[in-house]
């Protein structure tokens, strides 16, 4: 396999989940969440350059199909968990959040059986950027007195678009659960 730039950029978004974990956590207060922060806006930004070089250049490649949503998920489900363990978030929003992405992960493998492709969506776009902006902002804490109304909001949004987006998946792809 060749290890093209897209693929190394999907590689290096996994290796900073454990650096990113490692500053969360070992790190002293207040730095520890900015260092972290920058590490996962970093993560964030290899996922979009990865995907945009991958097709610009034609190197999209089976490693890529498989590593990149995985990545993905990896690097979100790290934060949220990270989240739910600094009290930042209430658990049962990262519960709805890795619900819907294991079940839309379990309904890809079944369309990939089937030899369906499933088309990603605008509200999955919608979904990431929302999740992605939330836990920066929530991670951050900044001090502002409007900030825990913002924080709110994205959260509540996070989760509006994560079950709009697992809906509109299945629903558009229900010809999956035919087989």
């Keep these: 396999m060749e290890m093209n730039l897209p693929n190394k950029l999907t590689l290096m978004r996994v290796v900073l989940i454990p650096i990113f974990l490692l500053v969360l956590f070992l790190m002293q207060e207040p730095y520890n969440r900015y ?3 920058v590490i996962f806006v970093v993560a964030s930004i ?3 350059l990865d995907g945009h070089i991958a097709r ?13 949503p995985l990545a993905d998920k990896l690097l979100v489900m790290a934060a949220l968990v990270s989240m739910v363990a600094l009290e930042d978030l209430q658990a049962w929003v990262v519960i709805v959040i890795l619900a819907r992405e294991f079940a839309i992960t379990g309904f890809r493998t079944l369309a990939m059986e089937a030899n369906i492709v499933m088309a990603a969506s605008w509200w999955g776009k919608i979904k990431t950027t929302t999740q992605m902006i939330m836990i920066i902002l929530v991670l951050l804490q900044l001090p502002f007195a409007f900030m825990p109304m913002v924080e709110t909001v994205l959260v509540a949004l996070a989760v509006l678009f994560t079950v709009v987006s697992g809906v509109d998946y299945i629903v558009k792809n229900k010809q999956v659960l035919k087989g």
């Design 35 to 37: 260092i972290a922060t």
């Design 56 to 68: 610009k250049y034609n190197m999209v490649s089976n490693f890529g199909k498989f590593m990149d």
């Design 46 to 48: 290899t996922d979009f």
